[in-house]
């Protein structure tokens, strides 16, 4: 089966194709995060404006890069949500178009869901059960995955996501946006000197994440060794904590906290996906997500599981981001079992 996914939720406009939820013919994504990066963070209508320019190219590249006809796809598969409401609403337009247009079925895919099939695109055995865990911009959720068609959240963030705390880390340090990638950069080499951070909820039994006190942590941290913000303007107007000019003493401290709250992070996340696994009694686990890129994150859950005796997965890097070829591999399961849909949803800002 041939499915075309189809991906706006945030600020990337992505379309893929994909056969049998395995293969990867083409999977084009179009960032706009350099857009987005003097704000300090993805701003929504600019984000819908951006995808309306690049949809159509992205489709017709990911159909060209395939090598394949529009007649030859069996289903077009296109997140219908969590996510911005008018970024979601792009992609449902296009791909409602291309199902009217070609009289070919539609499949509405949860984004979560897609971010835990992008590690079906590279394991030719994908096994269940397993435990899922997103960790991106937007959400830190824990999932049971007994089957395609039985997916259960099993915990949440009651706050900030992850990749959430990343970002806002890397502003009030006045870092740059996304946080993610530059905050794994500073901390990497630094070695454990006694500074650490709050890790919340680590209680046994309880799967629910909460980020915003680590990130209160790090602020008050901050003031108390930069004094309060310099009057430096950051992105979006925001004033950093950071001097404008760090010295070297001044930037080896911003490393080390960057290595202090990383620690916390990837403590937090490798604690909570083996209590669940634990409590689930499910010894395989796949972590996906922008967050799941992180290198310290990767080694630390694939150790614990070696020590654990769990199964670890984790999708390639490139797949673990936002990208259209784990909408149409989570289709392809979709349109397999029969759940298609018709032409009448909308977005969902939740799901
Ligand atoms: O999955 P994703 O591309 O988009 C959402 O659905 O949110 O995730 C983006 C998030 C951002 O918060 C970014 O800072 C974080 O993933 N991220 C990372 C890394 N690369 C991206 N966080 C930690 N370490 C990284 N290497
Ligand atoms: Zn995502």
């Not at 598969?77 to 792009?90: H, Y």
Request: hydrophobic share 45%; charged share 20%.
């Amino acid at each position: 089966m041939i499915t075309l996914g189809i991906e706006t939720s945030c600020d990337e406009t992505a379309a893929a194709v994909v056969v049998d939820g395995k293969k990867t013919l083409s999977n084009v994504v179009v960032s706009q995060v350099e857009f987005h990066r003097e704000y300090g963070g993805v701003v929504p209508e600019l984000a819908s404006r951006k995808h309306i320019e690049c949809i159509s190219l992205v489709i017709a590249k990911a159909i060209k890069d395939a090598r394949v006809k529009f007649g030859e796809l069996d289903a077009i598969c296109v997140t219908r949500g969590p996510g911005l409401i008018g970024a979601l609403l792009v992609g449902i337009g296009a791909a409602k178009g291309i199902a009217m247009a070609l009289d070919k079925p539609i499949c509405a895919v949860n984004h979560l869901h897609g971010h835990l099939f992008a590690a079906a695109l590279e394991n030719e055995i994908f096994q269940y059960p397993f435990i899922g865990m997103v960790v991106s911009g937007g959400h830190t959720t824990l999932f049971d995955v007994q089957s395609p068609l039985d997916i259960e959240v099993v915990g949440k963030t009651r706050d900030d996501a992850a990749g959430e705390a990343y970002d806002k880390v890397a502003k009030l340090l006045g870092l740059g946006y996304p946080g993610g990638a530059i905050i794994e950069n500073l901390a990497s080499g630094i070695t454990d000197d006694g500074l650490r951070f709050p890790r919340a909820l680590l209680e046994n039994g309880n799967l629910d994440f909460s980020f915003s006190g680590l990130k209160t942590a790090v602020k008050r941290h901050s003031e108390k060794v930069f004094g309060l913000n310099r009057n430096r303007t950051g992105p979006g107007g925001f004033r950093p904590i950071v001097p404008a000019n760090p010295s070297a003493v001044d930037h080896n401290e911003i490393r080390r906290i960057a290595s202090a709250f990383q620690a916390a992070v990837v403590d937090v996340l490798s604690t909570k996906i083996f209590m669940a696994s634990k409590i689930r009694n499910i010894s395989r686990v796949v972590v996906c997500g922008g967050v799941a890129a992180n290198q310290a994150l990767r080694d630390r859950v694939v150790s614990e599981g070696k020590i654990l005796g769990v199964e670890v997965i984790f999708p390639s890097i490139g797949l673990c981001a936002d990208n259209a070829a784990m909408i149409g591999a989570r289709g392809y399961t979709l349109v397999r079992a029969g759940k298609l849909d018709s032409l009448d949803f909308g977005a969902m800002s939740r799901w």
